[in-house]
């Protein structure tokens, strides 16, 4: 199968998932939910949902099965959408991308000696500046 309509078929999936999950989805289980990416297999008969979670670990635990019992919900929503022969089995996984982003910024700004958030720095920086000024 082509690439592109892969990629577009993808792009929905991941279109109707995080639109459902954000707007119609009543668990009180599913909060802090954002929806990154979408994977189709070649045949479009399963789907991977990538889904970055905010919130401790057990909230995070909590909010897959969640995700994992509504599952069924958001199939049925994707076959409204799409008009193909099969409607892909959804799978949601965790995306740890978001997690490991913020890790190495993290340590690159330790390597570089620099403060660890770079708005807590501004902010003190720029009230220490403002005072000499003023008087």
Do not use: C, W
Request: glycine share 6%.
């Amino acid at each position: 199968m082509k690439t592109h309509r892969l990629a577009r078929v993808a792009e929905a999936v991941r279109e109707v998932a995080s639109e459902t999950i954000l707007f119609e989805l009543r668990d009180p289980r599913v909060k802090g939910v954002t929806v990154t990416r979408a994977e189709i297999s070649g045949d479009l008969q399963h789907a991977k949902i990538f889904v970055s979670l905010m919130g401790s670990p057990s909230e995070q635990q909590l909010t897959m099965h969640g995700l994992r019992h509504a599952s069924g919900y958001i199939q049925s929503k994707l076959a409204k959408r799409m008009e193909t022969r099969f409607t892909p089995v959804v799978q949601f996984v965790k995306d740890e991308g978001v997690k490991k982003s913020i890790e190495m910024t993290r340590l690159i700004n330790e390597a570089l000696g620099r403060p660890a958030t770079p708005s807590e720095a501004g902010s003190a920086d720029g009230a220490a500046e403002e005072e000499p000024t003023e008087s």
